[in-house]
């Protein structure tokens, strides 16, 4: 990889931590795709190993500084970047990443996986919980937006028993924030599942 073109690609990184370091999310996502186009030789949508440590010579010669990364190196920046641990490095790994260390807002956390053995209340709660997202998701999107938070809630609560709850403007955008893991403000079933676990885990309730 030829360090001019990392040099040239959009973005200086002396420049950037000179001045404070500090990026707009939406330029960290324009810098991620800068990175991924740079070093996803192959065009797979993820950066590899051997794609890795080319990234981690370039990074070092931008610096002016030497480095040629052992195996060991690449691992452990591969463990850092693959927040999901897929396996891979993805777009979102690298965005998460510039976001941590050159933006003023702290990165989402990542997605955790539902466990693939669970206690009978646990999917118990998923059913249901999976049944109110499909009946609020009505254009089948997939997500659901500010717009539609409201009537997920209020439908939360129907089935605790709890009719006449009319969710306020604070309590979508608190729920928002606990349940939206990647931040683009907008909630996926997998998102809703996760808080749903993470609920019963507060309550002491085993999930397997």
């Known amino acids: 990889m030829d360090t001019n073109k990392l040099r040239s690609s959009g973005y200086q990184l002396s420049d950037r931590v000179q001045f404070g370091g500090v990026f707009e999310p939406e ?41 040629n990364p052992t195996s060991q190196d690449v691992q452990n920046c ?14 979102e790994d690298v965005e998460q990443l510039i976001q941590k260390y050159f933006s003023g807002q702290p990165p989402a956390q990542p997605v955790k996986r539902v466990p693939e053995k669970l206690s009978r209340i646990a999917q118990e709660r998923l059913e249901v919980a999976r049944r109110i997202f499909k009946f609020v998701d009505k254009d089948g999107s997939g997500f659901l937006t500010e717009e539609e938070v409201p009537e997920l809630l209020k439908e939360t609560y129907k089935h605790m028993g709890m009719n006449d709850y009319q969710p306020t403007k604070e309590d979508v955008t608190i729920w928002i924030q606990m ?30």
């Not at 330029?27 to 950066?47: H, S, T």
């Not at 010579?57 to 002016?64: E, V």
């Not at 079933?189 to 309550?203: C, I």
């Open 78 to 91: 591969q463990s850092i970047l693959d927040r999901k641990s897929t396996g891979r490095v993805h777009t």
């Open 27 to 67: 330029k960290c996502k324009q810098i991620a795709k800068q990175v991924m186009e740079l070093y996803d030789q192959n065009k797979d949508g993820y950066i590899e190993q051997n794609e890795i440590a080319m990234m981690l010579s370039d990074a070092y010669r931008a610096m002016n500084k030497g480095f």
């Open 179 to 208: 349940t939206d893991t990647d931040g683009d403000g907008k909630v996926t079933l997998e998102d809703y599942e996760q808080l749903v676990l993470d609920s019963l885990r507060k309550q002491g309730i085993s999930l397997e």
